[in-house]
DNA sequence: CTGAAAGCGCTTACAG
DNA sequence: CTGAAAGCGCTTACAG
C-alpha cells in the first residue's frame, strides 16, 4: 500500500504538504499542489482511513444495532439507514442481537471499542440500561422504535405512534360493526400497540376480554397458530387485529384453511404496509407505519448529534396511517353469531 | 477514553507490559499481571481498536456488499455472514449498491481505504472489473453468487449451481406433461437457470420459444405483471418457471385473479424456498438453493483467505434441491389446449 | 520478566 | 506557503 510519505517523497514535498493538500484545510500554492495531486494520481494513492481516524478520533462510521434482518421490516430501515449514512460519507458497521441482551451488550462494548462516532439501536434490539451506559460514557446514541421506558427519557429517541396505530386499526374495526375483536401480539415490543386497542375499546365501552388477547412473535408462522387458536374458541371473534402485517398474513391463511371468508367472517387487520399486504388474499387492510422517514430521522439526528455533540434529549413521534383495503370492508355476515 | 498509558500509570508498569498481558503474546508475572488486570477493570479500559489495527495492519473487520436488502434472499445471507464474522471476532461492514455500478465501485474504494481485512461482493453488486481489480491489489476476495463471467477464474467464488435448479424446474414440469412452459427472468442475474431451462427442453426435444420468455426483475410486482403478459398470449403456456420465489408468489396472484386454477389450468415453480413459499396458494413449488450454506462457506473461506493469504482460485458450487408442493402436482386439466 | 524506543500512517499547531 | 516535530493509542522487536 502506498502511504502519504510514498506521495511526499514523489513529489518533493513532506507529508504535512499532502495532507493539507488533501485535506484542503490549509491554502498550498497551485504549483506544489499540481505536483502533489500528479503523484497522488500516478501512485494510485488513497488515504488510510483507520490512520487518519487515529489522528483526528473520528472514524467516519456509525454502528446500526438490529434484533434482525429477517423481518423485512428492519431490512428496509437498514437500507434506508446505509442510504443516508452513504450521503454524508460514512459508514455502517451493522450488527444483529436477535433480542439477545448478552448479544446486544457484547456487540456494542466491541463498537465502541471500534471507536464508532455513534449508535443507533433499533427496536429492542439492546437493554435499555446498556444504551443508557453507552450514553453515559459519552457516546452518542439515537434509541428508535423502541417500547416505552422511563430511563428513555435520558436519551434520544425517534419512534412511530404505535399506541395511535393500535387505536386506528381497532376503532375501524369497531366503525365495521365488529365487538369480538382478538389481538395477536408480541410482548413485550409491541406493548403500544395493545394499549392503543384496549384504549379504542374502552373508548367503545367495551372491557378487553383477555382470551382475545394472544401472544405471536412477529412471524408468519406465529400469526397462523394464533388464528387458529382463537378460530378453536367458543365464542370466536369476528376480526383479528395482528399487530404486525406477517402476523396477519399468517392468519389470513389460518381463517381460509378452516373455511371462513376474509372478511365476512373474519375481517383482519395488519401493521406496516409492507410490500406483500397490497397482494395478499384479499388485500390486507393495515396501519402503515413510515418505517423509511423513521430511520432517516433517526439517522440524521445522530449526525447532528455527532458534529454538534448536542446534549438535550429528543423525543420525535411520527404519526401512522391506516391503509384500507379489502381484508376488512364487509360488514358482518352474521351479525347475530 | 481511558488508554493504555492510564492504566499502565496506575499499575505502576510500561505501556508494554499492559499489551503484553491482554494479548497474551509475551509471558508476564502473576504479580505484575494482576497489578494490571486490576487496574483494567477499576479504569473500565477498552482497547483502542483503531489503534490496535494501525499498528497490526489489520482491522478485524470484513466488507460485505449486497445488491439491496429487500430482497429478503440477501436479508438472509447478510444474517448469516453477521454470525460467523461475530463467531470469529470480526465485524462487519455492509453496504448496499442496488445493482448500480458506479456504487459498487465507490463503496469498494472507500471501503479498501478503511482497511478492512477482506471483501465478500454478493450477487453481482458490483462490476466484475472492480472485484478483479481489488484483488490484483492483494485485497482478500470472495465473490458469491455470481454470474458466469470468464474473467471470475482469476477469484475464488462460492455459488449455488443455479443451471441445475434451472434443469430441476423444468425437467420436473416436463414430467408431469407440459410441453408450452414459460419462464420469467431477470437477466443477467439469473442467466444460468434460463441455461437451465433451456438444456432441459432441448433434451426433451422442445425448442425453446422466445415468446415464453420473458423479463422481470425478481420483485413480486414483476412477476405478477410477466404472468399477466403470458395469460393474453393466444397460446398461452401451461407451466410457468419463475426463476425466483417472489416472482412466483406475483405470477400465482395474477393466474388466479385471472380466474383460472393452479395447478389445474397452470403450475407454477420458483426458485429459493423462501418462508413465504410453504403458506402459498396453493403451497409453491420450488428449487431450494441454500443460501445460509453458502454465505457461510463464503465467510469461512474469506476468513481462511486473511490468515493464511493463499492465493489458489477457488469454485466452490452447492447443489439445489426440488422442493414439490402443490402449485405443480396435478397433470394438465385440458391436455390438449 | 520488564522497559525504552521505534513504528503504524495520518494530522495539527508552530516556526520560519 | 512549507517543513520539522509531536501526537493519536496501540504493538513489537530489542536490550537488560
Chains 1, 2 share one sequence.
Not at 73 to 90: C, L, M, P, S, W
Not at 321 to 330: A, G, I, Q, W, Y
Request: charged share 20%; hydrophobic share 45%.
Amino acid at each position: 500500500m502506498t502511504t502519504i510519505a510514498d506521495v511526499a517523497r514523489r513529489a518533493g514535498v513532506t507529508a504535512a504538504t499532502v495532507s493539507n493538500v488533501i485535506t484542503q484545510r490549509v491554502p498550498v500554492s497551485a504549483k506544489t499542489r499540481d505536483r502533489v495531486l500528479k503523484a497522488i494520481a500516478e501512485l494510485d494513492y488513497r488515504p488510510n482511513l483507520v490512520a487518519r481516524g487515529l489522528a483526528l478520533g473520528k472514524t467516519l462510521t456509525l454502528a446500526l444495532v438490529v434484533p434482525t434482518l429477517t423481518n423485512p421490516y428492519f431490512a428496509e430501515v437498514v437500507e434506508e439507514v446505509a442510504r443516508v449514512t452513504d450521503q454524508h460519507d460514512y459508514q455502517m458497521l451493522l450488527s444483529m442481537t436477535h433480542n439477545h441482551a448478552d448479544e446486544g451488550r457484547r456487540h456494542l462494548a466491541r463498537m465502541a471499542s471500534r471507536r464508532v462516532d455513534g449508535f443507533i439501536v433499533m427496536g429492542m434490539a439492546a437493554d435499555t440500561s446498556d444504551v443508557v451506559a453507552l450514553m453515559q460514557q459519552d457516546h452518542p446514541v439515537v434509541v428508535c422504535m423502541w417500547n416505552h421506558d422511563p430511563r428513555l427519557q435520558l436519551l434520544p429517541v425517534v419512534d412511530i405512534d404505535f399506541r395511535l396505530a393500535g387505536e386506528l386499526a381497532t376503532r375501524h374495526l369497531l366503525e365495521w360493526g365488529h365487538r369480538r375483536i382478538a389481538i395477536i401480539v408480541e410482548e413485550p415490543v409491541q406493548h403500544s400497540r395493545l394499549q392503543g386497542y384496549q384504549m379504542a375499546l374502552l373508548e367503545a365501552g367495551i372491557v378487553p376480554d383477555p382470551v382475545y388477547i394472544r401472544p405471536g412473535d412477529s412471524s408468519f408462522a406465529s400469526g397462523y397458530q394464533a388464528a387458529l387458536d382463537l378460530l378453536a374458541l367458543p365464542h370466536r371473534p369476528t376480526a383479528i387485529f395482528a399487530c404486525n402485517d406477517w402476523m396477519a398474513l399468517g392468519a389470513m391463511e389460518a381463517v381460509e384453511r378452516h373455511g371462513l371468508a376474509i372478511p365476512g367472517d373474519m375481517a383482519i387487520v395488519g401493521v406496516d404496509d409492507i410490500a406483500q399486504a397490497a397482494y395478499a388474499h384479499p388485500p390486507l387492510t393495515t396501519v402503515s407505519t413510515p418505517r423509511r422517514e423513521v430511520a432517516r430521522a433517526a439517522t440524521e439526528l445522530l449526525l447532528r448529534l455527532i458534529d454538534h455533540s448536542e446534549q438535550e434529549p429528543y423525543m420525535t413521534l411520527v404519526r401512522p396511517h391506516l391503509v384500507v383495503r379489502h381484508s376488512t370492508d364487509v360488514a358482518l355476515r352474521r351479525s347475530g353469531e
